[in-house]
Structures are given as structure tokens and as C-alpha cells.
């Protein structure tokens, strides 16, 4: 279960400190910190806040390249072994969840195009970085859980056009075609140089250096997060304050949402006789949302958008806060069942 200890290197006090607050609290209160530091710059200062918002483009580019750098792709080797929870998890993940917040987003926010995109991109991007994290707290299968990583990454990234297609329709404020052009011109360049640096660091470190330097790497993805966000609400609080009342209509929603994403990871593992493991990873991976990449991608894809980017970043300030609960919820019904399982031995179907 998970990754082994021992191969890892061991945490200095700052990179301990950090790794808590990615996990707990502190990424939350730094992105809501972020909201008012830029929403007070904006309101005060509109010229400073303005000169800001001209950093976007050069943040968005960073977020994405440590995004895509913290994925170890060579995970890929390991699918096979694994396909039969692989394709559950993938399942619930591209074509289950995305139902679900589009029936969500359509009857809370129909009448609030904006809105509705920015909600159903942040619903349809399954995580690909700290959701591990939990699901290393929840003691879940992380080891399994990073074979769902690269592919989850790529396959948002191909889907993001088709399911603003097929979600969105005439909701979305550029065409289909205008949002692959421009991933194509301003996201593939920084995915292909992320994974040539990391691949080359990786040959170039020892196994110990390069994970440590992986962990720095996460560590910095929160402050690059926060950056970005202070830019977009410095150079566009006053839109954004015009359609404050939406926020609370959002919140509901997105409350709902992972509701029903947690009942959704509760049946799939019934369904596939999941052990304990297994079923915190998809508890996981159906609840956490990829909102820094889809935020960066929005903002390529469909520029000067601060409504749909501030969707996106409320649906991110609440997913910290829900997936500590999850973890709770988790390992208190694993301490309730006792061995863990969610059948009898001689029903549960392990998943290797």
C-alpha cells in the first residue's frame, strides 16, 4: 500500500513544514489571502492593479511547466498491471464526473453562461498532483495512484476542447477551434520543455536528489497558484464584484458536486470490490479537481475571462477544506469496518 519510505528521501524541517501546509490548511488560506490581496489592490490602485494583470501570460506559463514537470510519466510503464482499476477509476473520472457536473452546472447556472464554463471546467479535470497527498494521509494506495497521473494529464488536455463542445455548446465565449489553436501554440511548448528538463534531471540527479527536487517543485505550485490569482482579481475585481451575488448560487453547486462525487467513489468500489486501499484512491482522484492546469489553460485558451477564471478559483478554495474531510470520513469508516475491506475475503476482488 503506497509508496515505500525508504525510498524517498528524508524531509528537512522546511521541507516538512511545507509539505503540512500543502496538505492541510495553509494552501486554502493562502489562495483566499491571494483573493483579498488582489481584490484590495484592484479596488485601491486599478493602475497598479492593471500593470499587474500584464504578468498573467508569464505565470500561467511557469504553473503549467512545474504542473507538467512533477509527473513522472515513466509511470506509465506500470498500466497493464493495473488496468482493471485503472478503467475504473477512468471511467468515473472522464465520463461519469463530467455528467455530473454538467447536470449540476445546467441546473444551478444555466442562465449564467460565464459562470456555467467556468464551473464545468473545474468540474470536468481530474487532479494530477495533490491529490496523492490525501491520499497518502488517508493511507491510501499512492504507488497506484501515480499510474493514473500522466494519463490523466494528457487525456484533460484532449478532452478539454471536446467537452466545452460537447457541455458547453454555444455557452463557451471562443469556438472549439480557437481553444486548440491555442493550447497548440501556448500550452505544448512548455509541456514538451517540462518534460524534457525533467526527464534530463532525472538522468542528470541521483534518485534521491531528483525526488527531492520533484517535492521542491510542489512545494512552489501553491505560490505560483496564489500569484496568478492575485493578478487575475487585481486586473478584474471590479467584474468580478458586478456578479458577486452568483458566488453563493456556486457554492451550492459545488457543494452538491462533491457529494456526489464521494457517493460516486463509494458505489464504484462497492460495485468493483475494492479494498481499502484502492477505495480512498478513488475517493480521491473522483473528488480532487485539476483547477491550477484548467485555470492556466482557461486563461490561454480564452483570455480575458476573469468570470470563468473565478469559478474555477472558487471551486479550487473549497477543494482543500472537502478533501480533509474526505480523508476523515475515510479512516474513520475503515476504523468502523475494522479489517478495512469493503466485502468479506471471499468476495473482495483485489486489485494488484
Same mark, same amino acid.
Not at 518534460?195 to 521542491?216: D, E, V
Given at each position: 500500500?503506497?509508496?515505500s519510505?525508504?525510498?524517498?528521501?528524508?524531509?528537512?524541517?522546511?521541507?516538512?513544514?511545507?509539505?503540512?501546509?500543502?496538505?492541510?490548511?495553509?494552501?486554502?488560506?493562502?489562495?483566499?489571502?491571494?483573493?483579498?490581496?488582489?481584490?484590495?489592490?484592484?479596488?485601491?490602485?486599478?493602475?497598479?492593479?492593471?500593470?499587474?494583470?500584464?504578468?498573467?501570460?508569464?505565470?500561467?506559463?511557469?504553473?503549467?511547466?512545474?504542473?507538467?514537470?512533477?509527473?513522472?510519466?515513466?509511470?506509465?510503464?506500470k498500466?497493464?498491471?493495473?488496468?482493471?482499476?485503472?478503467?475504473?477509476?477512468?471511467?468515473?473520472?472522464?465520463?461519469?464526473?463530467?455528467?455530473?457536473?454538467?447536470?449540476?452546472?445546467s441546473?444551478?447556472?444555466?442562465?449564467?453562461?460565464?459562470?456555467?464554463?467556468?464551473?464545468?471546467i473545474?468540474?470536468?479535470?481530474p487532479?494530477?498532483?495533490?491529490?496523492?497527498?490525501?491520499?497518502r494521509?488517508?493511507?491510501?494506495?499512492?504507488?497506484?495512484?501515480?499510474?493514473?497521473?500522466?494519463?490523466?494529464?494528457?487525456?484533460?488536455?484532449?478532452?478539454?476542447?471536446?467537452?466545452?463542445?460537447?457541455?458547453?455548446?454555444?455557452?463557451?465565449?471562443?469556438?472549439?477551434?480557437?481553444?486548440?489553436?491555442?493550447?497548440?501554440?501556448?500550452?505544448?511548448?512548455?509541456?514538451?520543455?517540462?518534460?524534457?528538463?525533467?526527464?534530463?534531471?532525472?538522468?542528470?540527479?541521483s534518485?534521491?536528489?531528483?525526488?527531492?527536487?520533484?517535492?521542491?517543485?510542489?512545494?512552489?505550485?501553491?505560490?505560483?497558484?496564489?500569484?496568478?490569482?492575485?493578478?487575475?482579481?487585481?486586473?478584474n475585481i471590479?467584474?468580478?464584484?458586478?456578479?458577486?451575488?452568483?458566488?453563493?448560487?456556486?457554492?451550492?453547486?459545488?457543494f &452538491?458536486?462533491?457529494?456526489?462525487?464521494? /457517493? %460516486?467513489?463509494?458505489?464504484?468500489? *462497492?460495485?468493483? $470490490?475494492?479494498? =481499502? #486501499?484502492?477505495?480512498?484512491?478513488?475517493?480521491m482522484t473522483?473528488?480532487?479537481?485539476?483547477?491550477?492546469?484548467?485555470?492556466g489553460?482557461?486563461?490561454?485558451?480564452?483570455?480575458?475571462?476573469?468570470?470563468?477564471?473565478?469559478?474555477?478559483?472558487v471551486?479550487?478554495?473549497?477543494?482543500?477544506?472537502? &478533501?480533509?474531510?474526505?480523508?476523515?470520513? /475515510? %479512516?474513520?469508516?475503515?476504523?468502523? *469496518?475494522?479489517? $478495512?475491506?469493503? =466485502? #468479506?475475503?471471499?468476495?473482495?476482488?483485489?486489485?494488484?
Amino acid at each position: 500500500m503506497g509508496d515505500s519510505a525508504a525510498s524517498e528521501p528524508q524531509l528537512s524541517g522546511l521541507e516538512q513544514a511545507l509539505a503540512r501546509f500543502a496538505a492541510g490548511a495553509g494552501t486554502t488560506i493562502l489562495l483566499a489571502a491571494a483573493i483579498l490581496a488582489g481584490s484590495a489592490l484592484g479596488q485601491l490602485s486599478p493602475e497598479h492593479g492593471n500593470r499587474l494583470g500584464g504578468y498573467v501570460d508569464h505565470t500561467i506559463l511557469a504553473l503549467v511547466g512545474l504542473l507538467v514537470f512533477e509527473v513522472q510519466f515513466s509511470a506509465l510503464r506500470k498500466s497493464w498491471s493495473n488496468i482493471r482499476f485503472l478503467s475504473v477509476a477512468w471511467i468515473a473520472n472522464f465520463v461519469l464526473v463530467p455528467m455530473i457536473g454538467f447536470i449540476i452546472a445546467s441546473v444551478f447556472l444555466s442562465g449564467q453562461p460565464l459562470f456555467f464554463t467556468g464551473l464545468l471546467i473545474y468540474f470536468m479535470a481530474p487532479c494530477t498532483d495533490w491529490f496523492l497527498g490525501f491520499t497518502r494521509l488517508a493511507e491510501g494506495n499512492t504507488a497506484l495512484g501515480a499510474v493514473l497521473l500522466p494519463v490523466n494529464m494528457i487525456l484533460q488536455l484532449l478532452l478539454y476542447p471536446v467537452y466545452l463542445t460537447l457541455f458547453a455548446g454555444g455557452a463557451a465565449p471562443v469556438e472549439a477551434s480557437t481553444i486548440t489553436s491555442a493550447l497548440l501554440q501556448w500550452v505544448l511548448g512548455p509541456f514538451a520543455a517540462a518534460i524534457a528538463i525533467h526527464q534530463l534531471l532525472k538522468h542528470l540527479l541521483s534518485g534521491a536528489a531528483f525526488t527531492r527536487l520533484l517535492n521542491w517543485a510542489g512545494y512552489a505550485t501553491p505560490f505560483v497558484i496564489a500569484l496568478l490569482i492575485l493578478e487575475i482579481f487585481a486586473s478584474n475585481i471590479s467584474t468580478i464584484f458586478e456578479h458577486a451575488s452568483i458566488f453563493e448560487i456556486m457554492l451550492v453547486a459545488i457543494f &452538491l458536486f462533491f457529494v456526489a462525487t464521494f /457517493l %460516486l467513489g463509494e458505489i464504484g468500489s *462497492r460495485v468493483a $470490490g475494492l479494498a =481499502y #486501499p484502492e477505495h480512498a484512491l478513488l475517493t480521491m482522484t473522483t473528488a480532487a479537481r485539476n483547477a491550477p492546469m484548467m485555470l492556466g489553460v482557461t486563461a490561454i485558451a480564452m483570455p480575458n475571462q476573469p468570470l470563468i477564471y473565478a469559478a474555477i478559483i472558487v471551486g479550487m478554495l473549497l477543494e482543500f477544506p472537502h &478533501l480533509t474531510v474526505l480523508r476523515q470520513i /475515510l %479512516l474513520r469508516g475503515r476504523s468502523a *469496518r475494522g479489517d $478495512g475491506r469493503l =466485502y #468479506p475475503p471471499q468476495v473482495r476482488r483485489e486489485v494488484s
